[in-house]
């Protein structure tokens, strides 16, 4: 075991009512006629300093080892959102070391905090930076540590790195957390309802693909995000083909390849 803030306290405590209990015993014995007046506050120090490096040395000494460690062996894990959630989450990922997460950093929209420190990890950059920040730092996983994500940047996020490695987790909503603080066993994988910001909509499958089966169906503004997501989902239902439309030639061309490449079989 090793020493606490709690355990600070206890000693500094039980250190001064020794120290009380002691000076007023010298006090009515021999009124300090045979003593210097600073050696009940110099005993007091001494045995406060000795106390406290006992206690924690293998606090700094274990800490010291397991940053080292986490950093040879972890998987490099970047959190989204330095605030009080993301802060609890990094000590929770430095209390369980045998899970070999390794923080190279935060990312937060707060400028203010760029540049500051939580718990030796840096805050690196805004948000919208974390492409680059994760090619930069080798990140393997993500951690979204915050109420209210971004889905459309989150989305993108995980869109740019689906054919890699790169895992994404999420925490619960701020709400869920209400009562409790974040725990590495909440920890989950990224959902729609995430990247949308309210519940997920039920289809009835059935349905839409007896209506859209066979059919030639016209997607307009099909290379911007929307519609060339709509054009993935229509690819699924198996139309008799899709007729791409818009201006922009270099994402009309992008996704006409990657239907043809992905859906040859349905369309």
Same mark, same amino acid.
């Given at each position: 075991?090793?020493?606490?803030?709690?355990?600070?306290?206890?000693?500094?405590?039980?250190?001064? =009512?020794? /120290?009380? *209990?002691?000076?007023?015993?010298? @006090?009515?014995? %021999?009124?300090?006629?045979? &003593?210097?007046?600073? #050696?009940?506050?110099?005993?007091?120090?001494?045995?406060?300093?000795?106390?406290?490096?006992?206690?924690?040395?293998?606090?700094?000494?274990?800490?010291?080892?397991?940053?080292?460690?986490?950093?040879?062996?972890?998987?490099?894990?970047?959190?989204?959102?330095?605030?009080?959630?993301?802060?609890? =989450?990094? /000590?929770? *990922?430095?209390?369980?070391?045998? @899970?070999?997460? %390794?923080?190279?950093?935060? &990312?937060?929209?707060? #400028?203010?905090?760029?540049?500051?420190?939580?718990?030796?990890?840096?805050?690196?950059?805004?948000?919208?930076?974390?492409?680059?920040?994760?090619?930069?730092?080798?990140?393997?996983?993500?951690?979204?540590?915050?109420?209210?994500?971004?889905?459309?940047?989150?989305?993108?996020?995980?869109?740019?790195?689906?054919?890699?490695?790169?895992?994404?987790?999420? @925490?619960?909503?701020?709400?869920?957390?209400?009562?409790?603080?974040?725990?590495?066993?909440?920890?989950?994988?990224?959902?729609?309802?995430?990247?949308?910001?309210?519940?997920?909509?039920?289809?009835?499958?059935?349905?839409?693909?007896?209506?859209?089966?066979?059919?030639?169906?016209?997607?307009?503004?099909?290379?911007?995000?929307?519609?060339?997501?709509?054009?993935?989902?229509?690819?699924?239902?198996?139309?008799?083909?899709? @007729?791409?439309?818009?201006?922009?030639?270099?994402?009309?061309?992008?996704?006409?390849?990657?239907?043809?490449?992905?859906?040859?079989?349905?369309?």
């Amino acid at each position: 075991m090793y020493a606490s803030i709690h355990d600070l306290v206890e000693i500094i405590k039980v250190t001064l =009512l020794s /120290s009380l *209990i002691s000076t007023t015993a010298l @006090l009515f014995y %021999n009124r300090f006629e045979q &003593l210097s007046r600073m #050696v009940p506050v110099l005993d007091t120090l001494l045995l406060l300093s000795f106390l406290c490096i006992r206690s924690f040395s293998w606090r700094v000494f274990r800490d010291q080892y397991i940053l080292k460690k986490s950093k040879e062996e972890g998987l490099p894990t970047l959190i989204l959102g330095a605030g009080k959630v993301g802060a609890t =989450l990094l /000590s929770e *990922i430095r209390r369980h070391n045998e @899970l070999k997460l %390794n923080p190279v950093g935060f &990312l937060d929209d707060n #400028v203010q905090k760029i540049g500051a420190h939580i718990q030796g990890i840096p805050i690196l950059a805004k948000i919208d930076q974390a492409e680059q920040i994760i090619n930069r730092f080798g990140v393997k996983q993500v951690i979204i540590a915050m109420s209210s994500p971004d889905g459309k940047l989150i989305s993108r996020l995980i869109r740019s790195f689906e054919h890699t490695d790169v895992k994404f987790k999420i @925490l619960p909503s701020l709400g869920s957390l209400f009562f409790d603080s974040p725990k590495l066993n909440q920890l989950r994988e990224v959902q729609v309802e995430d990247l949308l910001g309210r519940p997920v909509v039920d289809l009835e499958i059935e349905s839409i693909r007896s209506y859209l089966k066979g059919k030639s169906i016209l997607v307009s503004g099909a290379g911007g995000s929307i519609g060339s997501e709509l054009c993935r989902q229509v690819a699924v239902f198996e139309p008799s083909r899709i @007729l791409l439309l818009d201006s922009a030639e270099t994402p009309l061309y992008e996704i006409e390849y990657e239907l043809g490449k992905n859906y040859r079989d349905k369309i």
